[in-house]
Nanobody
Framework: QVQLVESGGGLVQPGGSLRLSCAAS????????MAWYRQAPGKQRELVAT???????NYADSVKGRFTISRDSAKNAQYLQMNSLKPEDTAVYYC??????????????WGQGTQVTVSA
């Protein structure tokens, strides 16, 4: 069974920084794409950033130049460094991992979500 555990959310003032972490555990054989999504109140969940197994990254236009996604393959972990935070970045952030286990094909798994609030 696969489990994703997120950490690092919290309350920060505009212009501040936060670093989110997400660690996957279980009988994992391979991890493909790792991603971060977010969902603000009353809005649909949106893709924030992705990173491939080779380290190629992609970002939503709204976070380019401010957020950085990274991964540590040895730890089955991914991170999201968020700088210059704005009130509109307030949302619940979810990690998403496409992986396969010893018993199953590649599929998506989700973290439990962590609240990020940007407010003065």
């Amino acid at each position: 069974q696969v489990q994703l555990v997120e950490s690092g959310g919290g309350l920060v003032q505009p212009g501040g920084s936060l670093r989110l972490s997400c660690a996957a555990s279980g009988s994992i054989l391979n991890i493909n794409i790792m991603a971060w999504y977010r969902q603000a109140p009353g809005k649909q969940r949106e893709l924030v950033a992705t990173i491939t197994s080779r380290g190629s990254t992609n970002y939503a236009d709204s976070v380019k130049g401010r957020f950085t996604i990274s991964r540590d393959s040895a730890k089955n972990a991914q991170y999201l460094q968020m700088n210059s935070l704005k009130p509109e970045d307030t949302a619940v952030y979810y990690c998403n991992v496409n992986l396969r286990t010893a018993w199953d094909r590649f599929q998506d798994y989700w973290g439990q979500g962590t609240q990020v609030t940007v407010s003065a």
